[in-house]
């Protein structure tokens, strides 16, 4: 059974920080291509960023510069920092793995990032 887990959102004023975090459990994680998605009220779910099993990332373009993905293997984890958050970063960003590009993958449950202007 596949289990994606985020955590590290929170409230954070414009400008700050924050460190999201997503643990697998169920999958063999190195192989997965991991994504990081958010959805604002009233929106599509959008790709934040994801990276390949061979490191090769890829980013929105509202988020380049501002927000970095990685991952460690031995750690079943992908992660996401964020810097120089503006307010229309808020959203629920939810972890998405999956083997290949055009397959749906799992998600998480998704963890609220709300920033404040």
């Known amino acids: 059974q596949v289990q994606l887990v985020e955590s590290g959102g929170g409230l954070v004023q414009a400008g700050g920080s924050l460190r999201l975090s997503c643990e697998a459990s169920?999958?063999?994680?190195?192989?997965?291509?991991m994504g990081w998605y958010r959805q604002a009220p009233g929106k599509q779910r959008e790709l934040v960023a994801s990276i390949t099993s061979g490191g090769t990332t890829t980013y929105a373009d509202s988020v380049k510069g501002r927000f970095t993905i990685s991952r460690d293997n031995g750690k079943n984890s992908v992660y996401l920092q964020m810097n120089s958050l503006e307010p229309e970063d808020t959203a629920v960003y939810y972890c998405?793995?999956?083997?290949?590009?055009?397959?749906?993958?799992?998600w998480g449950q998704g963890t609220q990032v709300t920033v404040s202007s």
């Open positions: 169920g999958i063999i994680f190195r192989l997965n291509i």
């Open positions: 998405n793995a999956r083997l290949r590009v055009e397959h749906i993958g799992s």
